[in-house]
């Protein structure tokens, strides 16, 4: 299976590279081709480490050529274009966070995966290591998320990082919220996300810290070997060709625009 990488400006490439090759040792599955325009420079470095075979010139023919595509461009606003021709082409595809920066488009990829049955996912590789995938969530009144973000990165602001924190959340407790109240204070963003019985408080700083979660007890997320288990899952949704079953990433993206939205408005978003 050769596998295509659109985009070279994310450190993702090597990551996603590393991972695959170790989930593949005898190479049946390969990352192969890349375009990288979004960044020259780095695909330069890229193509002199031989992570790749070959390099396109347009994404529209590496779609073609590839068995499945990873999508690693920073800008989360150009990953639904390139997202929908990998769908309608019939080629799994791997979203990188943010899955997408639009709700619309969200849902149109969810639709897109059904109507289509290619197997889709993505986000926030720390949503499929073992505990995250696997955890019972203990009942409790509250809980915590944190982990870096910067609301003015230049790779699209919140979306960037915060996708994490919202990707984190809807996988341990779905979309089923019912208001979000956000703050910025100083570069931190904190969100009170209110659930039927149970609120879950999203927090974020631009200071580089390890992602936790906080319920009967304090989980220190592994955000190393977090590549691994996203490449893994990605192989094993083409393996078993599974379209996007639920809307977890909808959520996510709902979720992050309301945090902005609170943010921008200095008032509750409620659904």
């Known amino acids: 299976m050769k596998i295509g990488i659109i985009g070279a400006r994310s450190k993702h490439v090597e990551y996603f590279t590393e991972a695959i090759n170790s989930l593949s040792p005898n190479g049946s599955i390969k990352v192969s081709h890349i375009w990288g325009n979004d960044d020259p420079g780095r695909l330069d470095e890229i193509v002199s480490k031989g992570v790749v075979q070959r390099v396109f010139s347009d994404p529209g023919d590496l779609i073609k050529q590839s068995d499945a595509v990873i999508i690693v461009l920073r800008d989360g606003t150009k990953h639904f274009n390139w997202a929908e021709k990998a769908i309608l082409a019939g080629k799994p595809v791997f979203i990188d966070k943010p899955f997408t920066c639009d709700p619309v488009e969200a849902e149109k990829l969810y639709l897109l995966s059904q109507e289509h049955n290619v197997a889709v996912t993505g986000g926030s590789t720390l949503c499929f290591i073992p505990e995250i995938a696997n955890m019972i969530v203990p009942v409790c009144e509250s809980y915590s998320i944190s982990y870096k973000a910067d609301l003015f990165s230049p790779y699209g602001g919140w979306y960037f990082y915060g996708s994490h924190l919202t990707d984190l959340c809807t996988t341990l407790f779905g979309g089923n919220f019912s208001s979000v109240t956000a703050t910025l204070r100083k570069g931190c963003v904190t969100a009170k996300i209110t659930y039927p019985g149970f609120t879950v408080t999203l927090y974020s700083s631009p200071e ?47 979720l992050l625009d309301a945090v902005l939205k609170s943010i921008k408005d200095e008032a509750p978003v409620v659904f």
């Open 208 to 254: 580089e810290q390890p992602p936790v979660f906080r319920a009967d007890k304090e989980y220190i997320l592994d955000d190393r070997n977090c590549y691994y288990y996203g490449m893994k899952h990605f192989i094993d949704t083409i393996k078993n060709n599974f379209a996007l079953k639920d809307k977890r990433h909808l959520a996510s993206v709902i």
